[in-house]
């Protein structure tokens, strides 16, 4: 991940000075705070959800990979989504090298959908998060194994500070030592789905390590209505899927399986 993480470093840190050029933070801070946006909860709507929301991540390359979908249409993805039945938020790719997403999705996104628009990208810098907010996210998906630990305090910060919600993404469902569990919405494990399917002892291992108070989530690609069970009798309140779901033949025909297999529960 160092070599990786360098490349990273080296492709985002002109964009984070084209930010800081002409403004430093404090007028940036300002200037999205006066940004009139209609702020949607994730959290509430998790909360609240009657079936397990699913989360779909909207990005035309996938990490780390760097396999690229072809022909990958935002708005028609949407549209497909909505569809079938969209029940939760969309995660918005908005880093153009790695993810192969594009910041003006958010507005093309929210504009079209009711739901909280969660930004991805890799956050190195407070300022990103004032960009965030200026076009329109409602919360944001730190990697802390992309995100330096001198800054991670600072951005999660900035987050909290710009009224928006944090959800971190962690292999194990622990967090950094040095981050407050309660300025943290939630937290996301990464777990793939063996090929005969989760156990219910598998996945309380994971869930066990989410500090309480946080929403517990996660991200697979199920095999089987069984395996949503699972899901849900561990306590886990929300799904992403993961990259899995854009290399199957027909991500539509996936993604109505899947509500199917939530309805069912």
Known sequence: MSQLFKQIEAAKTPEIAALTTNFDADFLKAAAFSVGRDFRSLEVDIETAKELPVLVE???????????????????????????????????????????????????????????????????????????????????????????????????????????????????????????????????VNVDCPADGFTINELGEYRKNIPEGCLALIRTFPKSGNDLKLIKQSGFQCMILNDAFWQQPDFSRAYQEIQNWTKAL
Do not use: C
Request: glycine share 8%; net charge negative; aromatic share 10%.
């Open 58 to 188: 909207m990005k035309s390359i996938l990490f780390p990979e760097m396999v690229s979908l072809e022909q990958f249409d935002p708005l028609l993805v949407l549209k497909s989504l909505q569809q079938i039945g969209l029940n939760a938020g969309l995660i918005i790719s908005t880093d153009p090298y790695f993810l192969g997403g594009d910041p003006g999705w958010i507005n093309l996104v929210k504009r079209r959908m009711e739901y909280p628009v969660i930004q991805r990208d890799f956050f190195l810098d407070p300022v990103q998060i004032y960009q965030g907010k200026a076009i329109g996210s409602d919360a944001f998906i730190l990697d802390p194994e992309i995100t330096p630990t001198d800054k991670i305090v600072d951005i999660v910060a900035a987050i909290n500070e710009m009224g928006l919600e944090v959800y971190l993404e962690t292999p194990n469902g622990f967090l950094p030592e040095n981050l407050n569990p309660e300025e943290v919405h939630g937290v996301v």
